[in-house]
């Protein structure tokens, strides 16, 4: 078992930024990828990033150059970096894990971006 916990959620301005963290405790030996996804009122979650293990990244193309995702691997942490934020962000933000097969979830933060 894997568990996660986020951080880092809050109401913050357009054009502003926030830093969400998630820190993982468990079986953190059987995890490969990490990510974070989004979930806004009425739509599906949606992966915004993501990180294996040996530190390659991938993000959607909505938050390229705004977003970056990185790995504290002493602290089992893996945080987002988010920049240049829009309302059009604001969603609950969850963070994942996966490995061996399964795939963990945390219990989500929620951002609010306004104008």
């Known amino acids: 078992q894997v568990q996660l916990v986020e951080s880092g959620g809050r109401l913050v301005q357009a054009g502003g930024s926030l830093r969400l963290s998630c820190a993982a405790s468990g079986s953190i030996l059987s995890i490969n990828n990490m990510g974070w996804y989004r979930q806004a009122p009425g739509k599906e979650r949606e992966l915004v990033a993501g990180i294996n293990n040996g530190g390659r990244t991938n993000y959607a193309d909505s938050v390229k150059g705004r977003f970056t995702i990185s790995r504290d691997n002493a602290k089992n942490t893996v945080y987002l970096q988010m920049n240049s934020l829009k309302p059009e962000d604001t969603a609950v933000y969850y963070c994942?894990?996966?490995?061996?097969?399964?795939?963990?979830w945390g219990q989500g933060t929620q951002v609010t971006v306004f104008s």
């Open positions: 994942s894990a996966y490995g061996l097969g399964y795939i963990y």
